[in-house]
T-cell receptor, first 114, second 112 residues
Framework: EAGVTQSPTHLIKTRGQQATLRCSPI?????VYWYQQALGLGLQFLLW???????NRGNFPPRFSGRQFPNYSSELNVNALELEDSALYLC?????????????FGDGTRLSIL | GIQVEQSPPDLILQEGANSTLRCNFS?????LQWFHQNPWGQLINLFY???GTKQNGRLSATTVATERYSLLYISSSQTTDSGVYFC??????????????FGKGTHLIIQP
């Protein structure tokens, strides 16, 4: 069974640009979560999508957004990139919408802002 | 929001030693997971353990939900066990699930 897959592995952008990160969940999982791991800030919850809808978001500005497609894959979009957006972005998937199922993580996308 | 504290923050051991990592959390949870993050940034699932005890080879974990803590035991450490160990919890508020809240991790170094 394939795990959570993320693309691209690395992404280099400049300030003010937009970045799009992609995630494919484990087959059968309907929930997709996004997390940011920035240096010195630890792992922080960004967004949660389930059945195509945004269900919850962490303490991040609106320029962090995304969507979930009918096949449950997901995109994370970051607009007006800032230097502090440089981080490892991790996607996770789980079954169900009650938050009481284990989350399985992909290998992440390293976003570097020059 | 829920608070997660892990201890110790850093741990240096010789190969073959045993260790206990602790995770305290501030509220009731419906999800608790332990992860190992390797030097390449990959988060490896170790345990899903909102309550009870589980074992997987040299690793075991116990969560006492009523006292709001979890312990991860590593026996007979190997150099490949080096990395950062994270505890993450999920709560259920307002009728919907929250994302996982992570502790700051325990940085484990196993020396040969």
């Amino acid at each position: 069974e394939a795990g959570v897959t993320q693309s691209p592995t690395h992404l280099i952008k400049t300030r003010g640009q937009q970045a799009t990160l992609r995630c494919s969940p484990i087959s059968g999982h309907t929930s997709v979560y996004w997390y940011q791991q920035a240096l010195g800030l630890g792992l922080q919850f960004l967004l949660w999508y389930d059945e195509g809808e945004e269900r919850n978001r962490g303490n991040f500005p609106p320029r962090f957004s995304g969507r979930q497609f009918p096949n449950y894959s997901s995109e994370l979009n970051v607009n007006a990139l800032e230097l502090e957006d440089s981080a490892l972005y991790l996607c996770a998937s789980s079954w169900g919408d009650r938050g009481n199922q284990p989350q399985h993580f992909g290998d992440g996308t390293r976003l570097s802002i020059l | 929001g829920i608070q997660v504290e892990q201890s110790p923050p850093d741990l240096i051991l010789q190969e073959g030693a045993n260790s206990t990592l602790r995770c305290n959390f501030s509220d009731s949870v419906n999800n608790l997971q332990w992860f190992h993050q390797n030097p390449w940034g990959q988060l490896i699932n170790l345990f899903y353990i909102p309550s009870g005890t589980k074992q997987n080879g040299r690793l075991s974990a116990t969560t006492v939900a009523t006292e709001r803590y979890s312990l991860l035991y590593i026996s007979s450490s190997q150099t490949t066990d080096s990395g950062v160990y994270f505890c993450a919890v999920g709560s259920h508020s307002g009728g919907g699930a929250d994302g996982l809240t992570f502790g700051k991790g325990t940085h484990l170094i196993i020396q040969p």
